[in-house]
Nanobody, 123 residues
Framework: QVQLVESGGGLVQAGGSLRLFCAAS????????MAWFRQAPGKEREFVAG????????LYADSVKGRFTISRDNAKNMVYLQMNSLKPADTAVYYC????????????????WGQGTQVTVSS
């Protein structure tokens, strides 16, 4: 079992930055591809960014390319999401997820989820 806990969310003005943290416990995340998803009120959960177990290959949703950066530190069992040039449309609860399969856009491919952290971007 892998337990995931997100932090770093908050309220920020449009154009600002936030860094999200995902702390894993229970098992080393070195054997898992990791991802961030988000869910805005009244909308379905959507893929934001993913990173391979080796930290080299990444995948981004078109809506965040060039603004968000996913990274990981397997030694610390941590995953990060650096979010720059934030927009009101980025307002959502952000979730960290782990998969024993390959990085995927589909939430159903992920085995473990955190509880989420709220990100609110004001205009």
């Amino acid at each position: 079992q892998v337990q995931l806990v997100e932090s770093g969310g908050g309220l920020v003005q449009a154009g600002g930055s936030l860094r999200l943290f995902c702390a894993a416990s229970g098992r080393t995340i070195g054997g898992y591809d990791m991802a961030w998803f988000r869910q805005a009120p009244g909308k379905e959960r959507e893929f934001v960014a993913g990173i391979k177990w080796n930290g080299i290959n990444t995948l981004y949703a078109d809506s965040v390319k060039g603004r968000f950066t996913i990274s990981r530190d397997n030694a610390k069992n941590m995953v990060y999401l650096q979010m720059n040039s934030l927009k009101p449309a980025d307002t959502a609860v952000y979730y960290c997820a782990a998969t024993s399969r390959s990085t995927s856009y589909r939430g159903s491919d992920y085995d473990y989820w955190g509880q989420g952290t709220q990100v609110t971007v004001s205009s």
